[in-house]
């Protein structure tokens, strides 16, 4: 969706068990812009029963003593069904230092280090590590990857790692090597290495849309990247901290499940922004939470939530922007009993021109 922000609500009504996996694409029941409702796991097309919600819900409004239709709701699940967890046990840690010292090293950039973590705590689910070459030309060409079982799961960002060819060479024939931080401490081990040919501006073109100079993200992180591209299954030896005063923010797709539980909420709608939030943003979230309430639902909890990792020059910086936060649910004008703030790790895809469905889009 265009501008610097997105809105999705992740839980939606089960009207009827035979229609549990259909997506609402279309949602005039809660018509803010680009809203989406997800039903279980999504596929494309309208649901046939919304213009009945639509019409149950309106004659509520008109017709005192009228009953909403019963609400069932869970959490989706994630992509490939199960979320993904790569960091290793912490009784497992010092073995696997141990044994990472003796491997071939990659250095890996700050942003390297991003999409570590990102794909250790299952945001990329069900990656398990970064893509081979036959999962990366999935994602390139048709946005999406196929599951051992079938199953066809969206994945329309590329999510490699770049090795230069010195490297390429000092790793030789080994099948295991050892990541190393900006730092040189060693954070994670990649198993059964593929290596293969980064084709930079056809993987430009694909996901961007464009070869033209000047995009953001793309000059910083893949026309200066290395000439190879590394596929592995991943083991973070320990979870991936910041010490910038703001990791309590970073929650794991685990972390902020439990967190909706423990709120007891029985809908979730997320909000991504990259700026501080204005009065249009708050007026679309509580908007948002009223529509859900007139919908039936008991506990909608919004899911505030900020971007980090990669930005541009002239965004505004992330210590800022939670500062700024705060303050917005420490005067009420968003309400922090049914709020949650939690920090989503990377911003690459919303600089630059993002594939929806197939299509590219700015934002």
Same mark, same amino acid.
């Given at each position: 969706?265009c501008?610097?922000?997105?809105?999705?609500?992740l839980?939606?009504p089960?009207?009827?068990?035979?229609?549990s996996?259909t997506?609402?694409?279309?949602?005039? $029941?809660?018509a #803010?812009t680009n +809203?989406?409702?997800?039903?279980?796991? %999504?596929?494309? @097309?309208?649901n046939?029963l919304?213009?009945?919600?639509?019409r149950r819900t309106?004659?509520s409004?008109?017709?005192?003593g009228?009953v909403l239709?019963?609400?069932?709701?869970?959490?989706?699940?994630?992509?490939?069904g199960?979320?993904?967890?790569l960091?290793?046990?912490?009784g497992?840690r010092?073995?696997?230092v141990?044994?990472?010292?003796?491997?071939?090293?990659?250095k890996?950039?700050?942003?390297? $280090?991003?999409? #570590?973590h990102? +794909?250790?705590?299952?945001?990329?689910? %069900?990656?398990? @590590?970064?893509?081979?070459?036959d999962?990366?030309l999935?994602?390139?060409?048709?946005n999406?990857?196929r599951?051992?079982?079938?199953?066809?799961?969206n994945?329309?960002?590329?999510?490699?790692?770049a090795?230069?060819?010195?490297t390429?060479?000092?790793?030789g024939?080994a099948?295991?090597?050892?990541l190393?931080g900006?730092?040189?401490d060693?954070i994670?081990?990649?198993?059964?290495?593929?290596?293969?040919k980064h084709?930079?501006?056809e993987?430009?073109a694909?996901?961007?849309?464009t070869?033209?100079?000047?995009?953001p993200?793309?000059?910083?992180?893949?026309t200066?990247?290395?000439n190879?591209?590394i596929g592995?299954?991943?083991?973070v030896?320990?979870?991936i901290?910041y010490?910038d005063g703001?990791?309590?923010?970073?929650l794991s797709?685990k972390?902020l499940?439990?967190?909706?539980?423990?709120?007891?909420?029985d809908?979730?709608f997320a909000?991504?922004?990259?700026n501080?939030?204005?009065?249009?943003h708050?007026l679309l979230?509580?908007?948002?939470?009223?529509r859900l309430?007139?919908?039936g639902?008991?506990?909608?909890i919004?899911?505030?939530?900020?971007l980090?990792?990669?930005?541009?020059?002239d965004?505004v910086?992330?210590?800022?922007?939670?500062?700024?936060?705060s303050?917005?649910?420490e005067?009420k004008?968003?309400d922090?009993e049914?709020?949650?703030?939690?920090?989503?790790l990377?911003l690459?895809?919303?600089?630059?021109?993002q594939?929806?469905?197939?299509?590219?889009r700015?934002e």
């Open positions: 969706m501008g610097s922000s997105s809105l999705r609500i839980q939606a089960r009207c009827s068990p035979h229609h996996h997506a609402i694409r279309r949602a005039p $029941v809660a #803010v +809203v989406k409702l997800l039903v279980g796991k %999504p596929i494309y @097309g309208a046939e919304l213009p009945f919600l639509y309106t004659r409004r008109n017709m005192k009228a239709p019963a609400i069932k709701s869970s959490l989706i699940d994630p992509d490939g199960a979320l993904v967890d960091v290793v046990p912490e497992e010092a073995a696997k141990s044994e990472a010292e003796g491997l071939p090293k990659v890996l950039t700050k942003v390297d $280090v991003e999409w #570590v990102v +794909v250790s705590e299952g945001w990329a689910s %069900p990656l398990r @590590g970064f893509m081979r070459e999962e990366y999935q994602s390139l060409h048709f999406s990857l599951m051992e079982d079938g199953k066809v799961v994945m329309s960002l590329p999510i490699v790692l090795i230069d060819d010195g390429k060479e000092s790793i024939s099948k295991d090597v050892a190393l900006p730092d040189g060693v994670a081990i990649l198993r059964s290495i593929e290596i293969y084709n930079k501006e993987r430009i694909r996901t961007w849309g070869t033209a100079p000047g995009l993200y793309v000059e910083e992180s893949i200066q990247a290395g190879w591209l592995v299954d991943l083991e030896l320990k979870p901290k010490n703001l990791d309590h923010y970073r797709p972390e499940r439990k967190e909706f539980d423990k709120r007891g909420a809908a979730v909000f991504q922004l990259r501080p939030v204005h009065n249009g708050a979230m509580n908007d948002t939470r009223r309430l007139d919908m639902y008991k506990n909608p919004l899911l505030l939530h900020p980090g990792g990669f930005v541009k020059a965004d910086p992330l210590d800022v922007r939670m500062e700024q936060h303050k917005v649910l005067d004008v968003l922090p049914t709020t949650i703030v939690a920090i989503f990377h690459c895809i919303t600089l630059v021109r594939k929806c469905n197939g299509m590219p700015q």
